[in-house]
Structures are given as C-alpha cells and as structure tokens.
C-alpha cells in the first residue's frame, strides 16, 4: 500500500527566504507526482505534475525535482511572500488513483 | 471553460438525513474523481469513473455511500442516512486521458456538517 508522508508538517519563514519541501513515498512503481497548494476552506490547486520519467518540473519562483528510485520529491520556493503562504500537498499516481501526503502549512511572515 | 465545479459549497444536515452533491467537471474530461478530506489530512480517495463506468471504490465507500456519472458528463455522490462521522470536505476532482499521465484539476469542495 503507498504511502506519502510530507516533512515538515509546518513552516514558517520571512518573506523573501528560499525554502525547501520534502515529500517521500513508499512505493516507487509510480506513474507520476503532483504537487498542490491548499488555501483555508478551499480546494486543490495544481501546482507541478512530474511524469515518472521526468526529474524536475519548473513553474515561475517553483521548481519540483523527483527521484522515483529513492522515492522522493522535493518542492523548491524561491523568494518566498506572504501569498505564499497556504498548505502544500505531494500525491502520486500509480495503480490507484492519487494518494496524498497529509501536507506541510507554509506561513511566509512579511 | 470554467474548471471543476461543485455543489452545495457548503451542508449542514441533522444525522439521519440523506444528502447528495453535485460534480461538473472540466468539459471532455474523460476521468472523475470523488476524494474525502478531513481537518488535518490529506483528502483520501473514495471512488472514480472513466467516462459513465465506475472504475474503483475505495473500502472508505460505506453502503450508505454510492457515485454515479450517468452518461459521462456531470456526477452525483449520494450518502444515506447521515452519520457525524460523515462530517468532511467532498473533493471532485477530473482529469484527461490515461491514468498514467493525467492531471488531476480539482473543485472547491462541498463541506459537509452533520449535527
């Protein structure tokens, strides 16, 4: 059974810190990882999808790297803000559909 | 095209009582998703369809919990007889093309409160 576990389960940063998000799992027969952002009450916003074959993603101030051997992800911010701040998600897909991490709280402090 | 939507945002319900809610997804999306999520947790998946078919339940999907997607299109999850235990955030959640290589777009949610 997969598992998905996110570390550190909260974080807090002053603005404009480069930080790093960890995520692991425990079955590397994976098809992909995507990465969420979670706002307070709201849903799920997609943020990165790394194909298994893939090793980074990069999306503005994000980049999210993946090393399906060692059944890792990490999701990189840089020059964080205070609108950053949101609860993130790691899930992956493999023979069952997504399974997500529980997630890390992120509060960016201006 | 207007993403994933989802409705009642918000339920309250007295226990016992039967409620359904209501998924749109991303038009030509062939994939839904129906996912709970608790306060503190990552949402935890309960059923999915490939087009009208239902694919796979999770054992999180009680009797009293049934999902239908009736031609493909919008989809329905309807719970039985409420219990507090209920009480949980309703994520739908749709995707295009094989499960190997899809992104997952999802709804706001429909909370549900059951007193």
């Known amino acids: 059974k997969q598992e998905v576990t996110q570390i550190p389960a909260a974080l807090s940063v002053p603005e404009g810190e480069n930080l790093v998000l960890n995520c692991s799992f425990t079955d590397s027969a994976i098809y992909n990882l995507q990465w969420f952002r979670q706002d307070p009450g709201k849903g799920l916003t997609s943020l990165l999808l790394?194909?298994?074959?893939?090793r980074e993603q990069t999306s503005g101030r994000l980049n999210a790297s993946l090393d399906k051997s060692s059944g890792r992800s990490t999701l990189y911010i840089a020059a964080s803000q205070p609108g950053d701040s949101a609860t993130y998600l790691c899930a992956v897909s493999g023979n069952t559909p997504l399974v997500f991490g529980k997630g890390t709280r992120l509060s960016v402090i201006a | 095209d207007t993403g994933v939507s989802q409705d009642p945002r918000h339920k309250i319900t007295k226990r016992g009582q039967n409620v359904t809610f209501r998924c749109d997804p991303i038009?030509?999306?062939?994939?839904l998703y129906w996912y709970r999520q608790t306060l503190g947790q990552g949402p935890e998946f309960l059923t999915y369809f490939q087009n009208e078919a239902q694919l796979e339940k999770s054992r999180l999907l009680s009797d009293r919990f049934s999902a239908e997607r009736p031609k493909g299109s919008f989809s329905t999850l309807e719970i039985q007889r409420t219990e507090q235990g209920d009480s949980a955030m309703y994520l739908c959640?749709?995707?295009?093309?094989?499960?190997?290589?899809?992104?997952?777009?999802f709804g706001e949610g429909s909370r549900l409160t059951v007193l």
């Open positions: 038009s030509e999306h062939n994939r």
């Open positions: 959640a749709s995707s295009l093309g094989a499960i190997s290589s899809g992104e997952l777009f």
């Open positions: 790394i194909q298994s074959s893939q």
